[in-house]
């Protein structure tokens, strides 16, 4: 039962670099999630899906763009990092059809940007 | 736009004791779904109990049950007979009932330990 994959879990990168995390679910979800969580604070949404081919801003979106080319893929990108951005990042994903059904997450990944 | 308020940002309890985790709210609707999730050293996170907000019953999952105040708008979490793999960062948070995408909006959360 693999559910929610993020790849990497770690990554280092330098001010200014690019790079793509990938979240992958097999549970044939509807709605997928991206979330950034920061010391003292809760998980806060930057970016989500309803379905393949959609996506929408979150709650701290600036920095970031999504895509979801296939419904059990979505992708976060930065395109140029910042040290504002170092965070952990967690991936979500939810069956839209039943409304009472939790969100499930993936392990996190840990991005650090000097 | 909804808020969740965790003021505990840490607590304490012995192990075999009980400990509650206090979690309050603000929103406008009437229907909506409230739970806690569990986050330990390993960064998972775990869904501990969920709450509809149209059901009186408080739930309850094993060692864990909630005492869901809807008018007062709170939403604490009671730990009974806790274990020291209970040991972790908790955090409340809100789901609006219906509509697109059904985001889910965080507390800041609470540290607990369990001592022996």
């Known amino acids: 039962n693999a559910g929610v994959t993020q790849t990497p879990k770690f990554r280092v990168l330098k001010t200014g670099q690019s790079m793509t995390l990938l979240c992958a679910q097999d549970m044939n979800h509807e709605y997928m999630y991206w979330y950034r969580q920061d010391p003292g604070m809760g998980l806060r949404l930057i970016h989500y899906s309803v379905g393949e081919g959609t996506t929408a801003k979150g709650e701290v979106p600036d920095g970031y763009n999504v895509s979801r080319l296939k419904k059990q893929n979505f992708l976060l990108g930065l395109e140029s990092a910042a040290p504002s951005q170092t965070s952990v990042y967690f991936c979500?994903?939810?069956?839209?059809?039943?409304?009472?059904?939790?969100?499930?997450f993936g392990d996190g990944t840990r991005l650090s940007i000097l | 736009a909804q808020t969740v308020t965790q003021s505990q940002p840490e607590m304490s309890v012995q192990e075999a004791e009980t400990v509650t985790l206090s979690c309050t709210y603000d929103t406008s609707e009437s229907d909506y779904y409230l739970f806690w999730y569990k986050q330990p050293p390993s960064r998972q996170m775990i869904l501990v109990i969920r709450?509809?907000?149209?059901?009186?019953q408080n739930a309850t999952e094993n060692r864990f049950s909630v005492n869901f105040q809807k008018a007062a708008k709170s939403f604490s979490l009671k730990i009974s007979d806790s274990q020291l793999g209970d040991a972790a960062m908790y955090f409340c948070a809100y789901r609006t009932y219906t509509g697109t995408a059904s985001k889910l909006t965080f507390g800041t959360g609470t540290r607990l330990q369990v001592t022996l």
């Open positions: 709450q509809e907000a149209y059901k009186q």
């Open positions: 979500a994903s939810r069956d839209g059809n039943r409304d009472y059904q939790p969100q499930h």
